[in-house]
């Protein structure tokens, strides 16, 4: 199901940046276009200058940016909880978790260093990966039978921020999610 909308999400997203000429645009317009487009606004646009005119790809690590940062938020709160839980086998889901999130912040550093010049393809796997590391976390607990409602509080925020960043570099690497028919971007 998730990957359903998901992918009906790209698809949206796709089609508003679809017009060759569209290479530019400003922070809350390129927030429109993305599939969460009230997280975008929220994390992204809010306390930056939403009215400058930036390309696709400056766009991407602006976005990419406020997902590590909220990586990091989580991170640092799923240590807390690990560290209070009384629960030995929720507690050892949340050490698990904590090192899915941990890895899902330094796969987005990777992202963001343009020191070694990553490929399209580089980011557009590392953006995924992000997004497995924090599914993996909640499939961990799903598989244990084990309801929690702070974890969906703690990564919702993260996961629509990194499903907004891998539809933009969906979009910068042509536009053709797997299964899907070629879209000119």
């Known amino acids: 199901m998730k990957v359903t909308l998901f992918i009906c999400l790209i698809i949206t997203f796709i089609f508003f940046c679809s017009s060759k000429t569209t290479t530019t ?9 993305t599939p969460y487009n009230q997280t975008c606004n929220h994390y992204v646009a809010e306390g930056k200058n939403s009215t400058a005119t930036v390309s696709i790809n400056q766009f991407l690590d602006i976005t990419v940016n406020a997902a590590e940062e909220e990586a990091r938020v989580v991170l640092k709160r799923a240590q807390g909880i690990e560290a209070t839980y009384p629960n030995p086998p929720e507690k050892t889901l949340w050490h698990s978790c904590v090192d899915d999130f941990d890895e899902a912040v330094f796969t987005l550093n990777m ?7 990553p490929s399209p393809d580089d980011i557009l796997t ?53 299964g899907l028919n070629e879209m000119e971007v």
């Open 25 to 33: 645009g400003t922070i809350n317009w390129w927030c429109t276009q």
């Open 111 to 117: 992202v963001l260093d343009h020191t070694h010049q």
């Open 126 to 178: 590392w953006i995924s990966d992000s997004v497995t590391d924090v599914d993996m976390c909640e499939e961990e607990f799903e598989n244990m039978n084990i309801t929690t409602t702070m974890l969906p509080a703690l990564t919702t925020n993260l996961t629509q921020l990194l499903l907004n960043s891998l539809a933009i570099s969906v979009a910068i690497n042509g536009g053709n999610p797997p």
